[in-house]
């Protein structure tokens, strides 16, 4: 069983910068992927970004050269560092676990939700 806790989220204007944070429980947090999911009012839940066991990542398209996703398996923690924030960025921000350890962008092959963290950009 693993547990994730995000945090990081905020208010922002837009053109600021954010760094969300996941803390993951459990032994095997360097063997999983990790990924960032968000959930726009009224949209639903898409794909962010991801790195797998090998610090490999993938981006979705609206934040490639923005966003940048890292891991600290010292730490078992998650980060992902959101430059260039827009008004259309704002969501709430899940992190997630796949114990396959691929780069993986389909929300089934998650096993395992943080409850999220919100972020709100101003214009």
């Known amino acids: 069983q693993v547990q994730l806790v995000e945090s990081g989220g905020g208010l922002v204007q837009a053109g600021g910068s954010l760094r969300l944070s996941c803390a993951a429980s459990?032994?095997?947090?360097?063997?999983?992927?990790m990924g960032w999911f968000r959930r726009a009012p009224g949209k639903e839940r898409e794909f962010v970004a991801v790195?797998?066991?090998?610090?490999?990542?993938n981006y979705a398209d609206f934040v490639k050269d923005r966003f940048t996703i890292s891991r600290d398996n010292a730490k078992n923690t998650v980060y992902l560092q959101m430059n260039s924030l827009k008004p259309e960025d704002t969501a709430l921000y899940y992190c997630?676990?796949?114990?396959?350890?691929?780069?993986?962008?389909?929300?089934?092959?998650?096993?395992?939700w943080g409850q999220g963290t919100q972020v709100t950009v101003s214009s």
């Open positions: 997630a676990a796949s114990p396959s350890g691929q780069t993986t962008t389909f929300e089934v092959n998650y096993d395992y």
């Open positions: 790195i797998g066991w090998s610090g490999r990542t």
């Open positions: 459990g032994r095997a947090f360097s063997s999983y992927a």
